[in-house]
């Protein structure tokens, strides 16, 4: 491995915090679902670009969309519809160590292979980036995304098969905000006082560009999990950010390969947790740590207005500075009170479910004891499907979890919610596959008692989830939203049917 920055030596707090700026349509284009309507059309094309992360270091390649990590932010309502052209403009010549032997990755594939998936989104699936849809420099997709679903935000990333890892983690990442009547009659911070926080980890070398660790065996290089040195915002090593003595909304995203968060601040403030991955929370629920595994969002509220003016707020994960908030002492600016309900979220009865699926979480080792594979319910990528359910339907999927791991588990297409948790005797299932658990039931934390699409499945324990097929038939995936599992295995496809057959 390279020398790589040591992020103590480096000058803290001296760039500002960068906002990603708002996506404009080119054009309009007829909407196929309505006559006559037309729909926003956006060209966001994936290049190769230079950007600073922090004053003191060298310009970083980044392969980003549009000309910024994170890309451009697309803002839409709930309902409009846009379509989006991805124009592939990288290089010929992938710069990070791509391991022919996972499957999609394979030598005769090319190496440079992107395809767009807007994550959360309810999304026909031809236009949902399915991993093998990928396409090659020079080439294009325009997709459809209706967004029929309620205010939340959503993200969009790279998703090619066998390389997903290494294109996210290139840069390949950007925002996508839905927006809905509910959400403007709670009138929520907005404008210069609601900020994305684009949360990534990466291992930048001493001269400032990314690297990517290999493992031993130079014919096989994949890694089980990536850690960084440094954590960006916003693409920014340890930014600042000049507040007003006023209350901020905070769009946290966790686009991180593998990293779980613990985000705290340093003067004790909570944040008020108003929304999840899928949207708003039924009432604020106030935190102290905020937990994010990679593929989570949370939707916060700050109020600078509680901490003394003039002061510097450092945003922690665990005792690891992220960045910094500089409280102005003007006059605060004006502020609605926060809402103290937001969004009924109605519980979805377990009756309702038609089916339960019980679904393993598995670790595979190598030879020398490293973890090789990690598969979902026993099966590989090329496995038939076994997840079938139909439209309309209900169902209740039982995440095993048989590893030590969390996994951040993601299906696409649908919202979910969580039931609980319960630990269970691993050893016993391992030998007899049954579940005897061994402890009470936990229901989900407050904060995860909202619509979710991406879940923590706890080790030792069965995680699970109700989940509302809606929306359209056909092939998505469900997947660990831990990259590097994701690359190698740990992503299934699933199908939903039109009728049960
Ligand atoms: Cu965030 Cu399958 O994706
Ligand atoms: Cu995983």
Not at 103 to 127: F, I, N, Q, W, Y
Request: glycine content about 6%; charged content about 25%.
């Amino acid at each position: 491995m390279p020398p790589v920055v040591d992020p103590n030596s480096l000058a803290a707090f001296v760039d500002p915090l960068p906002i990603p700026r708002v996506a404009k349509p080119i054009a309009t284009r007829r909407d196929p679902s309505s006559a006559g309507k037309k729909l926003p059309l956006y060209r966001i094309p994936m290049r190769e670009i230079e950007s600073k992360v922090h004053r003191d270091l060298r310009s970083t390649r980044f392969w980003s969309y549009g000309s910024s990590v994170p890309g451009p932010v697309i803002e839409t309502r709930s309902g409009e519809g846009f379509f989006v052209d991805w124009p592939n403009e990288l290089p010929e010549r992938h710069f990070l160590p791509i391991d022919h032997t996972i499957m999609g990755a394979e030598k005769d594939k090319p190496t440079v292979r992107t395809v767009v998936h807007l994550h959360g989104a309810k999304t026909p699936p031809g236009s949902d980036g399915y991993p093998e849809a990928w396409y090659v420099p020079g080439k294009s997709a325009t997709y459809l995304y209706p967004n029929d679903q309620e205010a939340a935000m959503l993200w969009y990333h790279d998703h090619a098969m066998g390389i997903n890892r290494l294109n996210v983690y290139a840069g390949l990442l950007g925002l996508c905000m839905v927006r809905d009547k509910l959400e403007d009659s709670l009138h929520l911070p907005s404008g210069e006082y609601e900020i994305p926080l684009v949360i990534i980890d990466r291992l930048l070398t001493l001269d400032g560009q990314l690297y990517y660790p290999v493992s031993k065996r130079p014919e096989a290089p994949w890694v089980p999990e990536f850690l960084g040195n440094v954590i960006l915002v916003n693409g920014k090593l340890l930014p600042y950010l000049d507040v007003k003595s006023t209350k901020y909304r905070f769009r946290l995203l966790n686009a991180s390969n593998a990293r779980f968060y613990r985000l705290s601040l340093e003067n004790g403030q909570t944040f008020a947790q108003i929304g999840t991955d899928q949207g708003l929370l039924p009432a604020p629920v106030e935190v102290k740590v905020l937990t994010l595994a990679p593929g989570e969002r949370a939707d916060v509220i700050v109020d600078f207005a509680l901490a003394e003016p003039g002061s510097k707020i450092i945003l922690h994960n665990d005792a690891v500075d992220v960045m910094q908030f500089r409280v102005g002492s003007g006059t605060p600016a004006e502020s609605h009170p926060l809402p103290s309900t937001l969004r009924p979220v109605m519980r979805i009865p377990e009756q309702s479910a038609v089916r339960t699926r019980q679904l393993t979480l598995e670790e595979f080792d190598n030879v020398l004891d490293e973890p090789d594979t990690h598969l979902l319910n026993g099966a590989r990528w090329h496995d038939p499907v076994t997840e079938k359910p139909v439209i309309d339907t209900t169902e209740i999927w039982s995440l095993i979890n048989l590893t030590d791991d969390t996994h951040p588990i993601h299906l696409h297409l649908v919202r979910f919610q969580i039931l609980d948790r319960r630990p269970f005797d691993v050893s016993e299932y391992l030998l007899k596959k049954t579940v005897r658990y061994t402890g009470p039931v936990y229901p989900p934390e407050p904060n995860e008692a909202g619509w979710k699409d991406t879940v923590r499945a706890t080790p030792g324990a069965v995680t699970r989830i109700i989940i509302p097929f809606e929306g359209y038939t056909g092939r998505y995936v469900w997947h660990c939203h831990l990259l590097e599992h994701e690359d190698n295995e740990m992503m299934r496809p699933y199908e939903v049917l039109a009728e049960s057959g």
